[in-house]
């Protein structure tokens, strides 16, 4: 009798201890990903630009989606002045946000680290490299870019 209630309080114990260490962890959304996945949408976005077809209410439409707050404002700002006044753009293939320094603060994730673009140039792909400062914002169970600047380290 002695040995199953001491069995029973270990497995009680030891479903606490897990319980506890799950919920220390907080969220185990991997912000590094989930990041990149935002970022290229947001660059697929711009790469509609060069469409003629592509107006200013579908690329709201698409950057409401990925963006909130003042980065989507200026998203759009930039958006009218570039149909207004239209310039060379080498649109994104793919990226890579790589060594990305985590950080979680309430209903925020900042992250930086080093991004690897690569374009579609005249001449083939290019490859850029840069180091930027990403905050993402959680909002109504979503995740949104919020501010986004290159960097110098």
């Given at each position: 009798?002695?040995?199953?209630?001491?069995?029973?309080?270990?497995?009680?114990?030891?479903?606490?201890?897990?319980?506890i260490?799950?919920?220390?962890?907080?969220d185990?959304?991997?912000?590094?990903?989930?990041?990149?996945?935002?970022?290229?949408?947001?660059?697929q976005?711009?790469?509609?630009?060069?469409?003629?077809?592509?107006?200013?209410?579908?690329?709201?439409?698409?950057?409401?989606?990925?963006?909130?707050?003042?980065?989507?404002?200026?998203?759009?700002?930039?958006?009218?002045?570039?149909k207004?006044?239209?310039?060379?753009?080498?649109?994104v293939?793919?990226?890579?946000?790589?060594?990305?320094?985590?950080e979680?603060?309430g209903s925020?994730?900042?992250?930086e680290?080093?991004?690897?673009?690569?374009l579609e140039?005249?001449e083939?792909?290019?490859?850029?490299?840069?180091?930027?400062?990403?905050?993402?914002?959680k909002?109504?169970?979503?995740?949104?870019?919020?501010?986004?600047?290159?960097?110098e380290?």
């Amino acid at each position: 009798m002695r040995r199953s209630v001491l069995y029973s309080a270990v497995s009680i114990s030891l479903i606490l201890i897990l319980f506890i260490s799950f919920a220390a962890s907080g969220d185990s959304t991997d912000f590094e990903s989930l990041c990149e996945e935002l970022l290229m949408r947001r660059s697929q976005a711009w790469n509609k630009i060069l469409e003629e077809d592509y107006d200013y209410d579908a690329f709201h439409c698409d950057m409401n989606s990925v963006a909130s707050g003042k980065l989507l404002e200026e998203d759009l700002e930039t958006f009218a002045y570039l149909k207004e006044y239209p310039t060379d753009m080498e649109p994104v293939i793919s990226l890579d946000f790589q060594n990305a320094k985590i950080e979680k603060y309430g209903s925020n994730v900042l992250l930086e680290g080093e991004i690897i673009w690569d374009l579609e140039g005249q001449e083939g792909i290019e490859v850029i490299e840069g180091c930027y400062r990403v905050e993402m914002q959680k909002q109504n169970g979503s995740w949104y870019l919020s501010y986004f600047q290159s960097i110098e380290y």
